[in-house]
């Protein structure tokens, strides 16, 4: 039996509900296919965006989407995907796949899409290949309503009023494929082009920086030292391969050593985000500059037989224990991690959506998206676990996982993961000077390799947990063997 202690008067960070946000790159057959498929097509639509997928994502309340890379986005330039359609230029999408990129899904696209999800848009713009004039113009194209030459274009191209954007990236893996920069000059070059990225009309845009990936802790430390005080977030990127970079495994093959590995790595992302945040403490130990986790998730090989450069994978139950930690992790640092993009919401790695031409399937990490929504912009409270371990005899991780929060009724939501594949797992909680009548619960399980196909779309679905039973001081609860578990004690 395993201990667990909840304290809702103990409360401590609000956990932003753009720790749930997600990530769209034009790359392989996320935007293309995944969510515009435009006007013409038979798919149902509206604008262009595909009515399956809009309404499956508006059911998870996704607060923030980022676009339009990744490193696509320090290749794009802006001016190509506006006006009219046919006029726009094509080009090679050379990063991903070598493919045409017709330009036809654009800024105003973009917004559109953000508005009918009901999104705060945050644009990624183009420093290792654009130029400081063009991000400064793409800014006030989109939010200046004044006369001036970007603001008359955006006019001119059917949007009158001006769009608030908030959210804005200076650079992507700068480091990388972003212009294989030197953090030292990278910083320079963010405080020139930050300083362009300028204020119209009242919009407020909250500038981001492009920080580590993994543990570059000396990445994390010039950047904040040199430009810490003129950004408002900085990014860490880190992904789950089931080995490592050159093992990354395959989504739907994998034995019990792949699937605890797995495991192992996305916990890494715990030591990462405290490494990371403290660096941070030392320059600013307001808390004002944010870490946002704009990449994370599983990236395995892709599918046989799919273009290599689309990076088209499976979803298991792996990937949904993979969702559930992280997202674990993230609520538990709330204090500094104030955004977390997913990598990516349709079509590539670990999507919460797939889709083959009309058709469309919901991920097993959908399910934990849906689940977990109900920790989005709630109070994070304090909560032991006296859990023990699972895995291997080489490969050792926890067994059970958790985060708990309070929201703004007073009710509480914890959300549990069970990383053992072979064992249910019993816990005993205590919510401290808290008595509810009404604890109801939600279970995602299968065996670890459990995905949901086109043929079979309800294989992985989440289901009324009924193995709640109320005690005195709080509850008794099994977890299933590889599960993720919500349980909420209506105040
Ligand atoms: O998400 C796929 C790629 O991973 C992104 O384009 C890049 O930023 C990262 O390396």
Redesign the pocket.
């Known amino acids: 039996m395993i201990t667990y202690i909840v304290s809702p008067k103990k409360r401590k960070s609000q956990i932003d509900k753009n720790i749930y946000g997600h ?1 769209s ?1 034009h ?1 392989g057959r996320c935007i293309y296919e995944g969510i515009f498929v435009g006007e013409s097509s038979s798919i149902p639509n509206h604008y262009g965006m595909r009515d399956d997928v809009v309404n499956a994502l508006k059911k998870i309340k996704i607060p923030v989407l980022r676009w339009p ?4 986005a320090d290749e794009y330039h802006w001016k190509d995907g506006i006006g009219k359609k046919e006029d726009r230029k094509k080009m090679i999408n050379t ?1 991903w796949g070598g493919v045409v990129e017709d330009n036809s899904f654009g800024t105003h696209e973009f917004m559109k899409l953000c508005e009918i999800l009901g999104c705060e848009p945050y644009i990624n713009g183009n420093v290792g290949s654009g130029t400081v004039q063009e991000m400064a113009e793409w800014v006030e194209y989109i939010s200046f309503g004044g006369m001036s030459p970007m603001s008359n274009l955006r006019k001119e191209n059917g949007q009158e009023n001006p769009w608030k954007i908030k959210y804005w990236g200076i650079g ?2 700068n480091w ?2 972003g212009g294989n920069m030197r953090v030292e000059y990278y910083s320079d070059l963010y405080r020139q082009f930050a300083t362009y990225v300028r204020n119209f009309d009242g919009n407020k845009i909250f500038k981001i920086a492009c920080g580590p990936s993994d543990a570059n802790y000396n990445w994390t430390k010039v950047l904040m030292e040199n430009a810490g005080n003129l950004t408002d977030g900085i990014t860490l ?1 880190y ?1 789950t391969f089931t080995n490592g970079w050159n093992d990354k495994g395959f989504a739907l093959v994998m034995n019990e050593s792949d699937f605890y590995s797995t495991l192992q790595k996305t916990l890494v992302m715990d030591e990462l985000v405290t490494k990371h945040s403290a660096i941070m403490d030392t320059y600013d130990p307001e808390k004002r500059v944010a870490l946002i986790v704009d ?1 994370w998730g599983t990236w395995f090989d892709v599918e046989p037989g799919t273009n290599p450069g689309f ?1 088209y994978q499976q979803n298991t139950m792996r990937d949904a224990l993979v969702a559930g930690i992280n997202l674990n992790i993230f609520n538990k640092h709330s204090d500094r991690v104030r955004m977390a993009n997913i ?2 919401m349709v079509n ?2 670990q999507s919460v959506i797939l889709t083959e031409g009309e058709k469309m399937i919901l991920t097993p990490t959908y399910h934990v998206f849906e689940m977990y929504s109900a920790h989005q912009d709630a109070t994070l409270v304090e909560s032991f676990i006296d859990s023990g371990t699972t895995g291997t005899k080489d490969i050792v991780v926890p067994d059970v996982t958790e985060s708990a929060s309070v929201d703004a009724l007073g009710n509480i939501t914890m959300t549990f993961c069970n990383l053992d594949i072979h064992n249910e797992k019993e816990i005993e909680t205590t919510l401290l000077d808290f008595n509810s009548t009404d604890i109801t619960g939600e279970v995602l399980t299968g065996v670890m390799d459990a995905h949901n196909t086109f043929a079979k779309p309800t294989t992985v679905e989440k289901s009324r947990l009924k193995t709640i039973k109320k005690t005195k001081t709080g509850f008794l609860v099994t977890l299933p063997p590889c599960s993720i578990v919500k349980v909420v004690a209506k105040a």
Not at 69 to 72: A, D, I, P, S
């Open positions: 990530f790159e790359l890379g990744g490193c696509f990063h992507n893996e990388g494929c990127h992904y990449e990076l990598a990516q590539v790695l």
